[in-house]
């Protein structure tokens, strides 16, 4: 959760000075008041404007910045190799066997090259001079900025058969470039410690930095990246593929059955690359991922809204031409034809204009109407000389639309329905007195059993409970219609009050109307849902049934944090008639234990369900929040890796491959020590 702190560089002021900044402005306002920040101590003094946050994910964005320069260079054809390390003090560096940095004397301003990149915003050779035609880096505040964040930075320059250094302590030259003797080899390597006074813990994660090392791998296909763990080598690994964008599509659908080869193409038009894959699978989610200049664009843009245009109208004519589809019927929708697609768009272009400073967006308006042009003349071309791949591809487009219309009908009666009692399980539904959802809680509990002493258990004001019976339906692997039509599942939908958006998978055309809407979370009647199951493995899968529905059907509640588990204990130890321990695991039993010192008249009792709880137990251990232990789901879209890793796991747990589960498993298992509580 947020909260408000003072930046770690900010000296700590007076109580007067407090009282003066916070309300009461000197009126003695004057031009001595004036601050002009000079080198990089504007990113010391302000860092989120420039990497976003001092958080774990502000301290691998350094990471990202230098690696980034590295890739620069393979996108001009001068780098083929990069190594990435996590140094046994935990420091970081990158070294590429580029052409490196230039060490020269600047014409200028008379210093190093090399220390004006370093140590100057708004430095390099990224503004269309002659050093890089296709970069990602458009500001040259990158590896000025990880320099000015680090307690010190050393680069290495190998050009011209010289080798030369220069070291850094928080952004300030310790000496001069210098020479350091003769070398055959070239590149830049780039060494730095994160500054603890910056960070607010400086840990790395060996799968953050891995995962946009494997995607800049993916996406290019010439360059071989190596990553090394000095403290852990069972981590190191090396990153090659030279299938591309084509190895990424297979990648993501390995999860899935595909219904044919990935599809792909790739041209050069006015100066810019346009390079797509695709792929469809049996399933019915669309997975489009997009990169402008290796940057994943996560909100799309002009390349994106290009793409999909011409999706969409391919698959239209070659149906209609095919008479797949009558002159008296209606034309697929966007949603339709991208029912279980897999897509990656990736161009390179000139002078990238992305929306805001988080470049999650292409904003370069000729870019559509080139996606567009080369995507329509590719796939018209393949669905020509493929005839068999391109009626599978329609005939799995014809079944998405009758899918999304069944879908349709199936949730407009459950917004017409209004009443919670319309459906069955519903009407086992304990409502509490208070309305206002910041103050409610829902209780979904496994069973009417559990049910009945969750209802005596509970605070009847603000308290409600909802009785499941068993294990919901596996959304993961039920198209929409048949999951709206799961009798649990309407009662969870009604009971929350918020409807669904059964536009789950995939996303509307931006000039279509989207086939639902019907997700508002200012409906939703309570703050707090928790979900209360027996502490075993058939409630750990309850409880992941319910999260995969969550996930996929009402994301906004993961988001907003109204998704909890309760943690009901395992054991009883009583001890004579009036001492009593509820313990939550073996280990806190055994912890219990050590402390009684009356190891006479002990009586310890293992709960088989919350069934065994009687209420006054239940609303001891459980629900009363004066004591209970709750555990907050959160998700964050934003986050890539983050997204990424969810994603995968539903797929892979949930999904239909068994052996991907079953591998699943068994490569996560050394890792769970607490199976029930790491979420």
């Known amino acids: 959760m947020a909260k408000a702190s003072r930046s770690k560089n900010s000296p700590k002021p007076t109580d007067g000075q407090e009282q003066r900044d916070i309300g009461h402005a000197s009126s003695d306002y004057t031009a001595a008041d004036i601050q002009v920040l000079k080198g990089l101590e504007a990113v010391r003094q302000r860092p989120a404007m420039f990497i976003g946050d001092t958080s774990v994910r502000g301290l691998h964005h350094l990471f990202n910045e230098v690696l980034d320069n590295s890739i620069d260079e393979a996108l001009a054809g001068h780098c083929d190799r990069i190594v990435c390390t996590v140094h046994t003090d935990n420091s970081l560096s990158v070294a590429d066997n580029g052409r ?14 090399l220390e004006i990149v370093m140590c100057t915003l708004h430095a390099g050779a990224k503004f269309g001079g002659g050093g890089y035609r296709i970069t990602g880096g458009l500001h040259g505040v990158g590896v000025s900025c990880v320099n000015a964040l680090s307690e010190w ?39 730095w410690m994160a500054d603890p006074e910056v960070f607010e813990e400086v840990k790395y994660d060996s799968n953050i930095l891995k995962t946009r090392i494997r995607e800049l791998a993916y996406l290019n296909s010439n360059i071989t990246i190596e990553f090394v763990n000095e403290q852990q080598p069972d981590q190191n690994e090396l990153f090659q593929f030279k299938d591309g964008i084509v190895a990424l599509v297979e990648h993501i659908n390995e999860t899935h059955v595909s219904l044919h080869k990935p599809i792909y193409f790739k041209r050069s038009r006015d100066e810019t690359e346009i390079e797509v894959a695709l792929q469809y699978h049996d399933g019915y989610k669309e997975t489009l991922i997009t990169y402008a200049n290796n940057i994943n664009t996560i909100e799309g843009g002009t390349h994106a809204t290009g793409a999909k245009t011409a999706l969409t109208r ?70 020509d000389e493929n005839p068999d791949v391109a009626r599978r591809i329609v005939e799995k487009s014809l079944t998405e639309q009758r899918a999304r219309e069944a879908a349709r009908k199936v949730a407009e009666a459950v917004r017409r329905s209004g009443a919670v009692e319309s459906y069955g399980l519903a009407a086992k539904l304990a409502d509490c007195s208070e309305k206002d959802p910041a103050k409610t809680e829902l209780f979904i509990v496994e069973g009417d059993s559990a049910g009945g002493s969750a209802k005596g258990a509970r605070d009847r004001r603000y308290q409600a409970v909802l009785p499941i019976k068993g294990k919901i339906l596996n959304v993961e692997r039920a198209r929409v219609d048949k999951a709206l039509d799961n009798e649990e599942i309407k009662a969870l939908i009604s009971t929350l009050g918020t409807g669904i958006d059964v536009s789950i998978w995939r996303e509307h055309d931006e000039d279509e109307e989207p086939s639902s809407n019907g997700f508002d979370i200012s409906r939703l009647r309570y703050g707090k849902v928790i979900i209360l199951t027996d502490a075993d493995v058939d409630g750990e899968h309850i409880r ?19 998704i909890y588990f309760a943690q009901p204990p395992l054991f009883t130890i009583k001890v004579g008639k009036n001492e009593r321990y509820f313990a939550q695991s073996e280990e806190e039993r055994d912890e219990i234990l050590k402390t ?27 629900m009363n929040p004066k004591e209970r232990v709750l555990f907050r789901i959160k998700y964050d879209p934003l986050d890539q890796i983050e997204r990424d890793h969810t994603e995968d796991v539903f797929s892979r747990l949930m999904g239909e491959r068994v052996d991907l589960r079953r591998e699943f498993i068994e490569s996560h298992a050394k890792e769970a020590t607490d199976l029930d509580w790491h979420y």
């Open 100 to 113: 490196g940095i230039p060490v020269g004397i600047h014409e200028e301003y008379k210093i190093s090259a």
């Open 153 to 191: 930075c050393e680069v290495t320059v190998q050009r011209d058969g010289k080798k030369h250094e220069q070291r850094y302590e928080r952004g300030v030259p310790v000496a001069d470039v210098k020479l350091l003797g003769n070398t055959t080899e070239r590149g830049t390597t780039t060494r």
């Open 314 to 383: 391919v698959i239209n004519q070659y149906a209609r031409k095919m008479h797949f589809i009558k002159e008296k019927d209606v034309n697929l929708l966007g949603e339709d034809v991208r029912g279980g697609l897999t897509l990656v768009v990736a161009v390179k272009l000139l002078h990238p204009q992305f929306e805001g400073q988080t470049k999650t967006k292409l904003g370069n308006s000729e870019i559509e109407g080139l996606v567009t042009s080369v995507f329509h003349e590719c796939l018209t071309e393949f669905l």
């Open 544 to 562: 992941t049934l319910l999260l995969t529905f969550f996930y996929r059907y009402m994301k906004p509640l993961l988001v907003n944090g109204h």
């Open 596 to 622: 009684i010192k009356r190891k006479k008249d002990v009586q310890i009792t293992r709960f088989k369900g919350l069934g065994e709880m009687n209420a006054e137990q239940l609303e001891e251990t459980t």
